[in-house]
């Protein structure tokens, strides 16, 4: 039977209308409204490391914590260690450059400031291994990469530490990206084959590089290693930031801002990373102890060698669980970067002027 036409109209009329229907704002007219698409939400990050855009993102408060390292310092008792040694002074095995985190409200105070905004070096190779030595010492420090600006910092304070003691001659030389594990390995070895007196090593890896280090040793060529460890008993020592305590520093943070509870992404960096490994576990562990109703929608996943890697990952994570994931923690510059404009693009992130 055909309906009436003023039935019919009144049925295009209540189609029109938005969800919610004739229940108007606030009524009961939410039970017909369609599943939510993932609609942006407050998403809590906290990231490692300082750069430019990140303490950018801090002030906004787009990141609500970074743990920051002291890697000009890193850079500088690096050298100062080798030498020390070469000097045949005493040196600790160990040690610790410390670790800070940051926030919002924290990060213009006098004791932080200087940490978010050091010192850098040009992106640049320093000095050449062919040339006529011209110190009494010749040191070869050799970074994981050149091109985030934790690397610049190092540079600027492995030449500090060289000016310090004025009789140091650093040849600074790295891979471009962080996983170029080859490239590193030739690094050592032409070090070796050039006589150097030693190297400050950030190695990619803690396995990888043990050998080409054991075979510099085995020729008279100490190695200081900085920034992450390496699995060798034979090296000086190992100067770097506490790194499993600055994954817990991060798991305390992220964990109060969510009170306790939520969902939360991990993302990784690098398999063999060891400095990245020790952050991560120091996070999850801690995440584990203290929130145990925080549950994870993604902790597997790895970020890459470079901040464009680590949007893509990104940006993968984000498209398939926005909507749900209340909080993320990534362990790095880049990854933290990369993560930063994936949230942006999505509008996840909240911020103040």
Not at 249 to 268: F, H, S, V, Y
Not at 307 to 325: F, H, I, M, N, P
Not at 342 to 350: D, Y
Request: glycine share 12%; proline share 5%; with cysteine.
């Amino acid at each position: 039977m055909t309906r009436p036409r003023f039935e019919w109209s009144l049925l295009g009329l209540l189609l029109a209308l938005p969800h919610g229907g004739c229940g108007g704002a606030g009524g009961e007219g939410h039970a017909i409204q369609g599943p939510d698409r993932g609609a942006a939400k407050r998403v809590y990050f906290v990231g490692f490391d300082a750069s430019a855009p990140l303490v950018n993102a801090l002030k906004q408060d787009k990141l609500q914590g970074i743990v920051v390292q002291n890697p000009y310092l890193m850079g500088q008792l690096g050298v100062k260690t080798l030498v020390q040694h070469l000097e045949k002074q005493p040196v600790e095995t160990q040690v610790s450059t410390g670790e800070t985190m940051v926030t919002p409200d924290n990060m213009e105070e006098a004791a932080i400031a200087p940490l978010l905004r050091p010192a850098k070096a040009e992106n640049r190779a320093e000095g050449s291994l062919s040339g006529t030595k011209t110190k009494k010492w010749r040191v070869m420090v050799i970074p994981k990469g050149t091109t985030h600006e934790f690397w610049m910092t190092i540079h600027a304070g492995a030449l500090k530490g060289a000016a310090d003691l004025g009789n140091v001659e650093v040849i600074w030389q790295g891979p471009q990206k962080e996983d170029d594990r080859l490239q590193q390995i030739q690094l050592v070895q032409s070090a070796v084959a050039a006589g150097v007196d030693g190297i400050v090593l950030a190695p990619l890896d803690a396995k990888a590089l043990v050998k080409p280090v054991e075979d510099a040793v085995a020729k008279g060529i100490p190695v200081v290693i900085i920034d992450s460890g390496l699995e060798s008993k034979k090296i000086v020592s190992y100067v770097a930031t506490d790194n499993y305590h600055g994954g817990v520093l991060a798991a305390k943070r992220l964990g109060e801002l969510l009170k306790g509870e939520g969902k939360i992404i991990l993302l990784r960096y690098a398999v063999g990373s060891e400095s990245t490994e020790q952050r991560e576990r120091g996070f999850t562990d801690t995440m584990k102890s203290e929130f145990p109703k925080i549950q994870y929608l993604s902790d597997t996943e790895y970020a890459g060698a470079t901040s464009d890697t680590a949007q893509q990952k990104s940006q993968s994570l984000v498209t398939r669980y926005r909507g749900q994931v209340d909080g993320v923690f990534c362990c790095n510059e880049s990854s933290t970067f990369g993560m930063l404009r994936a949230l942006e693009g999505a509008g996840m992130l909240a911020s103040r002027p």
